[in-house]
């Protein structure tokens, strides 16, 4: 779980010639707090990646919350993880490819920590130094449309479903937009309930949006033919 979302909370690193000085404490989304040693050369101390304190089933919020980890919060970041992942893979195929639209990926990525973080930060038990470290902006939304647009402009009508098809990339897109669409379902009741920015559940909704677009342009770009939906006789 640590690998979702890392908020860093008075946390100062200094590279200087290969020496790294890691200064006070960082606080996970999750709300699990680990004191670093501050590190300079010829110090081998090395933070460990577990903490053991999840081991009994419950984890915590950015806010110190400790819940059981099936609860709706850590249910949407697991999804939002999956997710992340689902493009990165995707990304490496339509790097493979040579397309040039692999920064939005990027972007898309580092975006989704941030909806992790504001997810994690459940308004009920926020302070406001939590809900301004969090807040999630309506520019990414903004970014999507952008992009939505100007791949369409290239892309003939859609005038039949489609299946899940054109190609390697396309079909990892397609496998990231499913995900998308889980993702956003669990994240709606943390949204409705006021507990998560609305912006959040907006950019998860346009994001599937723009996955199934660059799909379809992957594979017009690829040359590959997109299967038509065709009612079994």
């Not at 081991?55 to 609860?71: A, I, L, M, N, V």
Request: aromatic share 8%; proline share 4%.
């Amino acid at each position: 779980m640590v690998s979702m979302i890392t908020k860093t909370s008075h946390l100062r690193c200094i590279l200087r010639t290969g020496t790294c000085l890691t200064l006070n404490w960082t606080k996970t989304s999750f709300g699990s707090e680990r004191r670093y040693a501050s590190k300079s050369e010829g110090d081998s101390r090395t933070p460990k990646i577990y903490t053991k304190t999840g081991d009994k089933g419950f984890s915590s919020t950015y806010t110190g919350e400790r819940r059981p980890k099936e609860d709706h919060v850590f249910e949407a970041l697991g999804t939002t993880d999956e997710l992340s992942s689902a493009i990165g893979l995707a990304r490496e195929f339509c790097i493979d490819k040579g397309h040039t639209f692999t920064d939005q990926l990027d972007k898309i990525q580092c975006v989704l920590q941030d909806v992790g973080s504001n997810i994690a930060t459940p308004r009920s038990s926020a302070r406001e130094s939590h809900i301004k470290k969090t807040k999630f902006s309506s520019q990414p939304v903004i970014d999507l449309e952008s992009w939505i647009d100007a791949f369409t402009e290239e892309l003939p009508p859609l005038t039949n479903f489609i299946l899940p098809s054109g190609g390697k990339s396309s079909a990892a897109l397609h496998i990231a937009r499913a995900v998308c669409r889980r993702a956003e379902r669990s994240v709606s009741p943390i949204v409705r309930s006021g507990e998560a920015d609305p912006d959040v559940a907006t950019f998860l909704n346009r994001l599937s949006d723009y996955l199934f677009t660059v799909a379809r342009y992957t594979a017009m770009k690829e040359g590959n033919k997109e299967t038509i939906y065709k009612r079994p006789e």
